[in-house]
């Protein structure tokens, strides 16, 4: 049985973002999707597949990024591996998604660099952290760092609000620049739409409730092929936990600038309740996806995702871990270099915020609000 190859008319076009013969191999393994049809109830990639007869490389790029890697449809195809077909949708989902980050990376110089295998974004948050940490120490002093922290206004006692508030402002607008850039760049190769109140109120309300990631019902074949909600009830943990996060930062600022009421706050005020819930479910549910991880399968995912992961998780166990051990040490000695070190890792955090896994976010949401404005529209 002669192995079916990707349409000619679609592979005349020169590709701009993935490598040839990767978009080549998509193009093949989806036309032979679009002939079975077997796993259109599983998630919403399928159904924006079978609304195309050939595969531009935007078709590409945006599929891949519509995928949550359920992994469900590896195992219900009757043509992937070892059949001679070798339709396997979810390695090669993986690929095109880090050719994705790669390429709509902002400044695109440094996409192959801290994207690429030296693994360039751990290193520049690793960087990043232990110069904020030298600085403080050398501005600051060690004295300053360890004396007994004052009843009101301790962290500012420790450093200064303006030397916290205009380098985190800085980096923060810098990386949402960045990003914003890269998701523009995305959403003009991927459509040609316009997206409406409706469309973006639809993808926010997938995004949100993770509906993807239910493998049409009884769960995603993640880490196994059993179907089981695991990985979404880990996601979630991190998702929601890092919601609750930002959420108690707009409250304690909001407190902080409208109310007068200055940091520390009281163990039962809403900005450490909500800010403690959110920390302690994004390191139980980040500890969790590591455990699904170990024991996944890894010829369905690619080298560089496993690292893209690895990395953001690390980092916000670091952070969350540092924050939580800040609010229970906060009225001792070690106060001040706990602050010095969390605000070195939310540093990092924001510097590689474009560099790293959070980006598949944008580019997951842009893929949603697309396949909303096709769905009510019917092309």
Same mark, same amino acid.
């Given at each position: 049985?002669?192995?079916?190859?990707?349409?000619?008319a679609?592979a005349?076009?020169p590709p701009?973002?993935?490598?040839?013969?990767?978009?080549n191999e998509?193009q093949?393994?989806?036309?032979?999707?679009n002939?079975c049809?077997?796993?259109?109830?599983l998630?919403?990639?399928?159904p924006?597949?079978?609304?195309?007869?050939?595969?531009?490389e935007?078709d590409v790029?945006y599929?891949?990024?519509?995928?949550?890697?359920c992994?469900?449809?590896?195992?219900v195809?009757?043509?992937?591996?070892p059949h001679?077909?070798?339709v396997?949708?979810p390695?090669l989902m993986?690929?095109i998604?880090?050719?994705?980050?790669q390429s709509?990376?902002r400044p695109?110089?440094l996409?192959?660099?801290l994207?690429?295998?030296?693994r360039?974004?751990a290193?520049?948050?690793?960087?990043v952290?232990?110069v904020?940490?030298?600085?403080?120490?050398?501005?600051?002093?060690?004295d300053?760092?360890v004396?007994?922290?004052?009843?009101?206004?301790?962290?500012?006692?420790?450093?200064p609000?303006?030397?916290?508030t205009?380098p985190a402002?800085?980096l923060s +607008? /810098?990386?949402? =620049?960045?990003? @914003?850039a890269?998701?523009?760049?995305?959403?003009?190769? *991927?459509t040609g739409?316009?997206? &409406?109140?409706?469309s973006?109120?639809?993808?926010?309300?997938?995004?949100?409730?993770l509906r993807n990631m239910?493998?049409?019902?009884?769960?995603?074949t993640y880490?196994?092929?059993?179907p089981?909600k695991?990985?979404?009830?880990?996601?979630?943990?991190?998702?929601?936990?890092?919601l609750a996060?930002?959420?108690a930062?707009?409250?304690?600022?909001i407190?902080q600038e409208?109310l007068g009421?200055?940091?520390p706050?009281?163990?039962l005020?809403?900005?450490?309740?909500i800010?403690?819930?959110g920390?302690v479910a994004?390191i139980?549910?980040c500890? +969790? /996806?590591v455990? =699904?991880?170990a @024991?996944?399968?890894?010829?369905?995912?690619?080298a560089? *995702?496993?690292?893209?992961?690895? &990395?953001f998780?690390v980092?916000?166990?670091l952070i969350?871990?540092?924050g939580?051990?800040?609010?229970?040490?906060?009225?001792?000695?070690a106060?001040?270099?706990l602050?010095?070190v969390h605000?070195?890792?939310v540093a990092a955090?924001f510097v590689?915020?474009?560099?790293?896994?959070?980006?598949?976010?944008?580019?997951r949401?842009s893929?949603?609000?697309?396949d909303?404005?096709e769905?009510?529209?019917g092309?």
């Open positions: 049985m002669r192995v079916p190859t990707a349409s000619v679609v005349a076009d701009r973002i993935l490598d040839a013969a990767l978009l998509a093949r393994q989806f036309d032979i999707c002939a049809r077997y796993c259109e109830g998630c919403a990639v399928f924006a597949l079978e609304r195309r007869s050939i595969f531009t935007g790029l599929l891949a990024n519509l995928c949550h890697d992994r469900s449809c590896y195992d195809c009757p043509y992937a591996t001679e077909f070798a396997d949708v390695p993986s690929r998604r880090e050719q994705t980050y709509y990376a695109r110089a996409g192959s660099v994207l690429g295998p030296t360039g974004r290193w520049l948050a690793t960087l952290v232990a904020t940490v030298v600085l403080g120490l050398l501005i600051l002093g060690w300053r760092l004396a007994p922290p004052a009843d009101e206004e301790a962290f500012y006692e420790v450093i609000f303006l030397v916290m205009i402002s800085v +607008g /810098l990386a949402l =620049l960045f990003i @914003g890269g998701m523009v760049a995305f959403w003009r190769d *991927t739409g316009r997206p &409406d109140l409706g973006v109120r639809e993808a926010l309300s997938a995004a949100f409730s239910h493998g049409g019902g009884p769960g995603c880490p196994d092929e059993t089981a695991s990985r979404l009830v880990m996601h979630s943990l991190v998702f929601n936990g890092f996060t930002f959420v930062t707009i409250l304690a600022a407190w409208f009421r200055m940091p706050y009281p163990l005020s809403a900005p450490v309740i800010g403690t819930v920390g994004t139980a549910g500890i +969790g /996806l455990s =699904l991880r @024991g996944s399968r890894k010829e369905l995912e690619t560089g *995702t496993r690292r893209l992961d690895m &990395d998780i980092l916000l166990v969350n871990g540092t939580l051990a800040l609010l229970a040490l906060r009225s001792t000695t106060m001040g270099l602050l010095l605000l070195a890792l955090f590689s915020l474009p560099y790293g896994k959070f980006v598949h976010a944008t580019y949401t893929a949603l609000v697309q909303s404005l769905n009510r529209t092309d």
